[in-house]
């Protein structure tokens, strides 16, 4: 930390809920515990609702919270009187001018996309995505830099602070989960495949809406302790999201979905690569002959861990909270 960082005020624009889901928020909040243990003050601006999980990703931190106002001219008003430095925009739904709007007020700006940027200007544009750096890429502020693939994917404390844990008991332990909210209501039919497969496993599958299962499984509401149950897992059934980030640094392997179509590129690029098994996009006959052979094939599963593993080496926040940090100088 030096003494400008100390004294750098930084907006994160970004909502979470049960219909956008809690990704954008997760990785915002990864940035956010990297920019204050460097002595900077982060204030999240947006709504979340819906979720109590993702309100307390925020309160437990004791980062504040403050509505934003949707029209652009307002959000950077807003933002010249909280004494911002920058703003982080992390949103599908935002206004196209938001980031013109701020920069024209003065203020570096970091966009955090998939792939698209939907026609935001920034000064810096963050495309975690495996891959990305490949990706041909048109910003619409053409004098921007690009942070752009695994080596710059966010992840939280609780993430990296932790190893993957040994396991030796025969029956594979499954963690199954679609975000902090489960937006597309995914987990029950997942869970219902799993059954399906009529292999032993035992499983947590992780649903903001109770419901009862059949088979070896507790269904838990979304919880902190996710970090630790994807270490203890020998399978993890989830989508391409910002999660599968924390997934590849742990070295678990995986074998996803998509539950939205922004998920798509990174789906293909970590199947393509073997780092993932392929479920697709449904809980078919062919997903459920998927998941059969991974639950009883204890290589196969750790094949895909070992190809994941190491695609992200847990740094890559403070190569982000680097580069936003000297634009604010």
């Not at 996309?113 to 053409?142: H, K, S, T, V």
């Not at 844990?165 to 989960?177: A, D, G, S």
């Not at 459920?288 to 991974?294: E, K």
Request: a neutral charge.
């Amino acid at each position: 930390m030096s003494a400008n960082d100390a004294a750098v005020r930084i907006g994160v624009r970004c909502d979470a809920g049960v219909r956008g889901g809690a990704g954008h928020l997760v990785r915002c909040v990864a940035l956010a515990e990297e920019l204050r243990a460097r002595g900077a003050e982060v204030v999240f601006l947006g709504e979340v609702s819906g979720s109590p999980w993702a309100s307390a990703q925020l309160r437990d931190r004791g980062l504040p919270l403050s509505a934003a106002p949707s029209a652009p001219v307002r959000l950077a008003a807003l933002a010249c009187e909280l004494r911002l430095d920058a703003v982080v925009l992390d949103s599908y739904d935002l206004p196209p001018g938001t980031g013109a709007a701020l920069r024209k007020a003065g203020l570096p700006v970091l966009a955090v996309i998939d792939g698209d940027p939907l026609g935001q200007e920034a000064d810096l544009y963050l495309d975690q995505n495996l891959g990305a750096e490949r990706r041909p890429f048109d910003p619409p502020a053409p004098a921007a830099t690009r942070l752009a693939g695994a080596r710059y994917a966010l992840l939280r404390d609780s993430v990296r602070r932790r190893g993957r844990e040994p396991r030796r008991e025969p029956v594979p332990r499954v963690l199954c989960f679609f975000g902090g909210t489960d937006s597309a209501g995914v987990a029950p039919a997942w869970a219902g495949a799993l059954v399906a497969t009529g292999r032993p496993f035992e499983a947590t599958v992780v649903s903001p809406a109770p419901f009862a299962a059949d088979g070896p499984i507790t269904v838990i509401p979304p919880t902190d302790r996710l970090p630790e149950l994807m270490a203890g897992a020998d399978l993890v059934v989830t989508a391409a999201g910002s999660a599968i980030w924390e997934l590849l640094y742990l070295g678990v392997p995986t074998a996803l979905s998509w539950v939205a179509d922004n998920q798509l590129i990174g789906y293909e690029e970590l199947v393509g690569r073997g780092a993932a098994a392929g479920l697709g996009r449904a809980p078919d006959a062919a997903a459920v002959g998927v998941l059969a052979r991974l639950l009883a094939d204890p290589a196969a599963r750790e094949e895909h861990g070992r190809r994941g593993g190491g695609l992200v080496d847990g740094r890559g926040r403070e190569r982000v909270a680097d580069a936003l940090l000297r634009a604010c100088r």
